[in-house]
């Protein structure tokens, strides 16, 4: 039972353009949810989160977006460049950020030159 | 300063061995978490510390599985008499405290023939 989940395993976007990554969730309990990415061969590495009482957080060429009604969220890189190329992991917690991460399945990004 | 280290990189072993896994976290963190990531999926949670307590340990999938932290910083995931089904990425992540961004080593690859 997935509580987290990543429907798209992968996604190409040409250098430049905009790329979306997808998450949806099923606990309404979670209310601190975060990406990592993560390259072969290293841990993974938090990129950006949002709390439950925003439904934006903006760093750089990062942003996510947060649909609670929707249990949905979504993170835009723009512009997007060949060294974003990696797995980007969803990941959730509850009690703001006091309880276990819970993690998606991951999206494979890769950025065209 | 150096980040979250783990040693070995790769473990080979035998079904039924005992395995001991390290995780040197970054000095000072005091939160201290391990997930397993099997092929395909995304990081699981195992355990969380609080200093050299285990503060949740609800992710161990059984009584093979053991972790301990005694003074409080480096930690040892053990597994006994292995199975083919644990083979995968053990991660180990460090936070200064149980709310903040957590920071991921590079893995432990077990492999279990």
């Known amino acids: 039972d997935q509580q987290v989940k990543q429907n798209s395993p992968s996604l190409s976007v040409q250098e430049g353009r905009i790329s979306i990554l997808n998450c949806d969730y099923t606990?309404?309990?979670?209310?601190?949810f975060l990406w990592y990415k993560k390259y072969p061969a290293e841990g993974p590495t938090f990129l950006i989160s949002?709390?439950?009482?925003?439904d934006k957080n903006e760093d750089g060429r990062f942003t996510v977006f947060l649909n609670k009604s929707a249990k949905h969220l979504s993170l835009h890189i723009v512009p997007s460049q060949p060294g974003d190329s990696a797995v980007y992991f969803c990941?959730?917690?509850?009690?703001?950020?006091?309880?276990?991460?819970?993690f998606g399945k991951g999206t494979r990004l890769s950025v065209i030159a | 300063g150096a980040g979250v280290s783990q040693t070995p990189s790769n473990k080979v072993t035998e079904k039924g061995k005992y395995v001991e896994l390290r995780c040197d976290p970054i000095?000072?963190?005091?939160?201290l978490y391990w997930y397993r990531q099997s092929l395909g999926q995304g990081p699981e949670f195992l355990i969380y510390?609080?200093?050299?307590?285990?503060?949740?340990d609800s992710g161990l999938p059984n009584d093979r599985f053991f972790a301990v932290r005694p003074e409080g910083s480096v930690s040892t995931l053990k597994i006994q008499r292995t199975e083919r089904g644990d083979s995968a990425v053990y991660l180990c992540?460090?936070?200064?405290?149980?709310?903040?961004?957590?920071?991921f080593g590079p893995g432990t690859r077990l492999t279990v023939l």
């Open positions: 992540a460090s936070s200064v405290d149980k709310d903040n961004e957590q920071f």
């Open positions: 606990n309404s309990m979670f209310d601190y």
């Open positions: 949002i709390s439950s009482i925003k």
């Open positions: 990941a959730a917690s509850s009690n703001s950020g006091n309880t276990p991460l819970v």
């Open positions: 000095s000072g963190h005091t939160a």
């Open positions: 510390f609080q200093g050299t307590g285990a503060a949740d």
